[in-house]
């Protein structure tokens, strides 16, 4: 029993677990947690659905995530990632790459209403 106590390795794993709801991560914070219980519940899942559920598909996003930036680190310019890379990357994924499509186009006409709107307002 005495052995027990001393041994360091128990109690550094205790303390590793971190604080709350990242306990399961040790170091890492959740950062879409929000807005996948959103998601999920938006998908017919529970309005409170298992903060299991929601760190598992958050690793799968931010695994989604971290690949693609990677890959659209290595293709184009070097080191750095642009809108034509992502494109590029999704453009076999022909749901992907509509929902990119569209989301750009809709950036483009915000784009062009705020300046319309600034240009109104504090004419030029």
Do not use: W
Request: aromatic fraction near 8%; charged fraction near 40%.
């Amino acid at each position: 029993m005495v052995e027990e106590e001393d041994d360091p390795g128990f109690d550094e794993d205790l303390d590793d677990g971190g604080n709350g709801a990242d306990s399961g991560q040790g170091r890492r914070k959740r950062l879409f947690s929000k807005e996948l219980r959103c998601v999920m519940y938006g998908f017919g899942d529970d309005q409170n659905p298992y903060t299991e559920s929601v760190d598992i598909l958050e690793d799968l996003v931010i695994e989604f995530i971290t690949e693609m930036t990677h890959k659209a680190m290595s293709i184009g310019r070097q080191g750095r990632v642009q809108v034509e890379d992502i494109v590029f990357l999704i453009r076999k994924d022909p749901r992907k790459f509509a929902r990119v499509k569209d989301l750009l186009t809709m950036n483009e006409e915000l784009e062009k209403a705020r300046k319309a709107f600034d240009e109104a307002n504090y004419g030029s």
